[in-house]
């Protein structure tokens, strides 16, 4: 069984920063597409970014180009999601999950399509 664990999540003040970290045991991250997501109070949960197998293509929610980066550690066999300028409306519990992708194929944010889950790690902006 595929078990995934986030870590990274604080507390923060709005324009700061954040790195969460996606870890696997037992297997390699590298046979998966990975996706983040946030769930707010209130409101569905919702897709962050995601980076496919191998050949590192990213797909990101608008509302977080140009501040969230997602990449690999290959050496750690880790998915970390380095956060910038975060706002007070980022406040979210943040999912990792693992799809079984084939190779040069995008990855998506569309959370019917992975398959495992981690349990969250909840960041906080706020001043």
């Known amino acids: 069984q595929l078990q995934l664990v986030e870590s990274g999540g604080g507390l923060v003040q709005p324009g700061g920063s954040l790195r969460l970290s996606c870890a696997a045991s037992g297997f390699s991250l590298d046979y998966y597409a990975i996706g983040w997501f946030r769930q707010a109070p209130g409101k569905e949960r919702e897709g962050v970014a995601c980076?496919?197998?191998?050949?590192?293509?990213?797909t990101a929610a608008d509302s977080v180009k140009g501040r969230f980066t997602i990449s690999r550690d290959y050496a750690k066999n880790t998915v970390n999601l380095q956060m910038n300028s975060l706002k007070p409306e980022d406040t979210a519990i943040y999912y990792c999950?693992?799809?079984?992708?084939?190779?040069?194929?995008?990855?998506?944010?569309?959370?019917?399509?992975?398959?495992?889950w981690g349990q969250g790690t909840q960041v906080t902006v706020s001043s």
């Open positions: 980076i496919s197998r191998s050949t590192g293509i990213t």
């Open positions: 999950a693992a799809e079984a992708l084939e190779l040069f194929t995008p990855c998506r944010l569309q959370m019917r399509v992975y398959d495992y």
